[in-house]
C-alpha cells in the first residue's frame, strides 16, 4: 500500500472487525497479538487512534514507530499506554 492510512476506532469491537479478529469475548477489554491481525488495518505504514485507552507491548526490533507526532527511539522493546484520541503509526520496517 502506497498511501498512508488513517484508521480511528471507537470501539474494541470495531477495531476486532477492522483488524479481522474474532468478535472479542468482553467489549472492554481485549489482548490482540499482532501476527492474528488479517486485513489492511495493519498494512505498512499506517496510523491508528483509538477512542479508548491501550496498553501495548513492542517485543520486535525491526519496526519503528510512531507515538504522537515522535518516532519511538527505543529499539529493544517498549511497554507504553495510549489514551483516547493520541496517534500511534508504524512508519517502516527495518532490515
Known sequence: MNSHQLHRFSTITEYHRAAG???PAHP????VHM?????PVAEI????I?????????????TKFKYGQQA?????GV????SPGQLFGIDTLLT
Open 21 to 23: 479478529l474474532p468478535k
Open 28 to 31: 472492554l477489554i481485549s489482548v
Open 35 to 39: 501476527d492474528d491481525i488479517t486485513l
Open 45 to 48: 505504514p499506517f496510523s491508528l
Open 50 to 62: 483509538y477512542d479508548f485507552y491501550s496498553i501495548s507491548l513492542k517485543k520486535v526490533h525491526h
Open 72 to 76: 519511538g527511539d527505543f529499539d529493544e
Open 79 to 82: 511497554l507504553f499506554f495510549m
